[in-house]
């Protein structure tokens, strides 16, 4: 069974913030969640992860709900280079991230 | 610092065939990963390895077999390559929590 559902594709216009969301009702309480993104044919790149609390980095915001049910990705000014899927994960996180990629989000980021 | 690096970029093989993939990282990662990605879908686990001399299987080990003698070398073999072997395939390193991605290794197997 997939652990997270997200929608297929989006899109946001350039400079504006781009909200991809994830539905991860099964998640378990020592699970995180991981937002990667693959441009083009590359290799993926990872964004942000997150417990509990809302998190923030150079790249991107994640808003954890309070029931951990649901997260957000906030991209906060898009940009044409931000056009990707983007990947949606829970992992629980022993000794190392076992990432079970999805299909994801494209984003289509347009001028 | 070049990161994740894997050899070759490109392959053809005709079934039956072995081959070794490379994957070499320069940032003293500890867990190395191999995975595969199939046309429209998202990546899957094949192999990982929490350190030298350790692998462990992921979810689609079967035809693959891996080695890590050094921390900074993690190798992928196909021992007889079958058709449903091609794919992609990106070899990642990284610490506990985030995984840095190689650019990839595209298989023909005919």
């Known amino acids: 069974d997939a652990k997270t559902t997200q929608p297929p594709s989006m899109d946001c216009a350039e400079g504006r913030a781009a909200n991809l969301p994830c539905n991860h009702s099964t998640i378990s309480g020592n699970e995180y969640v991981y937002w990667y993104r693959q441009i083009h044919s590359q290799g993926p790149q990872y964004i942000i992860h997150g417990l509990k609390n809302n998190e923030t980095n150079e790249m991107a915001s994640l808003i954890i709900t309070e029931d951990r049910k649901s997260s957000t990705l906030i991209l906060p000014h898009a940009t044409l280079r931000d056009t990707a899927v983007y990947y949606c994960?829970?992992?629980?996180?022993?000794?190392?991230?076992?990432?079970?990629f999805g299909t994801g989000t494209r984003l289509q980021v347009t001028l | 610092n070049a990161g994740v690096t894997q050899t070759p970029k490109f392959r053809v093989l005709k079934t039956g065939q072995s081959m070794t993939l490379l994957c070499a990282q320069d940032m003293n990662h500890e867990y190395m990963y191999w995975y595969r990605q199939d046309p429209g879908m998202g990546l899957r686990l094949i192999h990982y390895s929490v350190g030298e001399g350790t692998t462990a299987k992921g979810e689609v080990p079967d035809g693959y077999n891996v080695s890590r003698l050094k921390k900074q070398n993690f190798l992928l073999g196909l021992e007889s390559a079958a058709p449903s072997q091609t794919s992609v395939y990106f070899c990642?390193?990284?610490?506990?929590?985030?995984?840095?991605f190689g650019p990839g290794t595209r298989l023909t197997v005919t």
């Open positions: 994960i829970v992992d629980f996180t022993g000794t190392a991230s076992k990432l079970t």
């Open positions: 990642a390193s990284g610490r506990k929590y985030e995984q840095y």
